[in-house]
């Protein structure tokens, strides 16, 4: 027997445990709908934050690049694949974020899991926060130095830890918006750890570039460290597929760390460069971002999110209560509510499917055992209709869930 026929029984342990997952072919609809596998749903999955996605204004600025442009970009950035537009956008994104200089690259998760692996090698000291995305992680682990994994937001371990390194380079890296709580890093505080030990900081701001901060110019405008507080030790890295609706990352720090990325980063130097086309929609967005369009688009996301964290409160509704879920505290646009139990939370996303919202359910090993959760995304896209249809089918299901509970109890 040879031992291919192994992965029917190791894809029979993921059913078991109801961790395999399946995608789902979409199309997008009017505002935060989509049509999922021919069936339109009320959506609350999207990173769409600010539902730029489907905006006349990136649309308009894709058919023109591709009229000047064409379609792909031919070569990787080192060869012929940088444009003007890819060169006009590193430019506009490194002001925008009050950094001197910015790297664009085609995805975000490529990024992180290349640029830690050019700043840090074998023998040096590496320090990620537990609850980092896992390009971090897969970054952390192909650099080969030596990793330390402090606690979540662990400011007294990570000081500890840093103080014990013998180890001449040191790496922190930390997410600014932890993806699946939604909890912001404390960045300022990190920064000055770095200082004090002689550390750079490589922080990932996937979600929190064109939501947070002044003008939405990220989490580190929103703590100062940008323009004249400009520090020689920070690394700022942000997606562009989220607040941006497009796709791709960059990274921005001062110019001769950029520079080394920019000679070091294999995945730069050696995969197609984003085309044109990306680079345009990109930066069409960045002027809606920057504009008074990316501030009634904030402003509509904090409203929905105020609306949603009042209308889960504790006191609100006796089925919610008896149900003990847990809302997180976030401030962000990600509101996880921890379910517990991984049956338990695809039988809630279930029921939400059945009244027409799609809900995701998060699991195991994505988040810790026995923190099986809704991971509720809200957008600009949203309306206030849209979040009373999502707490009246948290309602229904919390009753659905409890009259379940109660009929095995007696049986």
């Not at 930390?174 to 404390?186: I, L, N, R, T, Y």
């Not at 130097?269 to 688009?297: K, M, N, S």
Request: hydrophobic share 45%; aromatic share 4%; net charge negative.
């Amino acid at each position: 027997m040879t031992w291919l026929n192994e992965f029917d029984d190791r894809l029979a342990a993921l059913d078991a445990q109801t961790l395999r997952r399946r995608r789902r072919e979409v199309v997008p609809e009017q505002g935060a709908r989509l049509n999922v596998e021919g069936v339109s749903l009320l959506a609350f999955c999207s990173n769409d934050y600010l539902g730029l996605a489907q905006s006349p204004a990136l649309r308009e600025a894709v058919h023109a690049a591709v009229e000047r442009y064409g379609v792909g970009s031919g070569a990787s950035p080192m060869v012929s694949g940088h444009s003007v537009a890819n060169g006009a956008l590193e430019r506009e994104l490194a002001e925008a974020v009050g950094l001197p200089r910015a790297l664009y690259f085609y995805a975000g998760y490529a990024t992180n899991a290349s640029i830690v692996p050019a700043l840090v090698g074998e023998g040096d000291a590496l320090f990620s926060d537990a609850l980092n995305h896992a390009c971090l992680i897969d970054g952390a682990r192909l650099s080969k130095a030596t990793v330390h994994r402090f606690r979540h937001a662990d400011l007294a371990q990570l000081d500890a830890q840093l103080a014990a390194s013998a180890a001449r380079r040191k790496l922190v890296i930390s997410d600014a918006v932890f993806s699946m709580d939604g909890d912001v890093a404390e960045l300022a505080a990190l920064h000055a750890l770095c200082e004090r030990h002689d550390a750079l900081l490589l922080i990932d701001d996937a979600h929190g570039f064109g939501v947070l901060g002044p003008q939405g110019r990220g989490a580190l405008a929103a703590v100062g460290l940008t323009g004249a507080n400009l520090s020689p030790r920070i690394l700022y890295m942000a997606t562009l597929g989220k607040a941006l609706g497009v796709a791709g990352a960059f990274v921005a720090g001062p110019e001769r760390l950029v520079e080394w990325l920019l000679q070091k980063t294999r995945s730069y130097t050696y995969a197609t460069a984003a085309p044109a086309l990306l680079a345009e929609a990109v930066r069409a967005g960045l002027r809606c971002v920057l504009g008074e369009d990316g501030e009634r688009r904030r402003h509509q996301l904090h409203a929905r999110i105020a609306q949603l964290r009042e209308g889960l409160a504790r006191g609100v509704d006796p089925a919610l209560d008896a149900a003990g879920w847990s809302l997180m505290p976030s401030d962000t646009a990600i509101q996880p509510l921890v379910i517990g139990d991984n049956e338990d939370a695809l039988t809630v996303m279930a029921s939400l499917r059945e009244q027409g919202l799609w809900v995701p359910a998060i699991r195991p090993p994505t988040v810790p055992a026995g923190t099986a959760r809704l991971r509720i995304a809200l957008s600009a896209a949203h309306e206030a209709a849209d979040v009373d249809a999502l707490l009246r089918a948290l309602r229904t299901a919390a009753r659905t869930c409890a009259g379940a509970s109660r009929e095995l109890e007696e049986a």
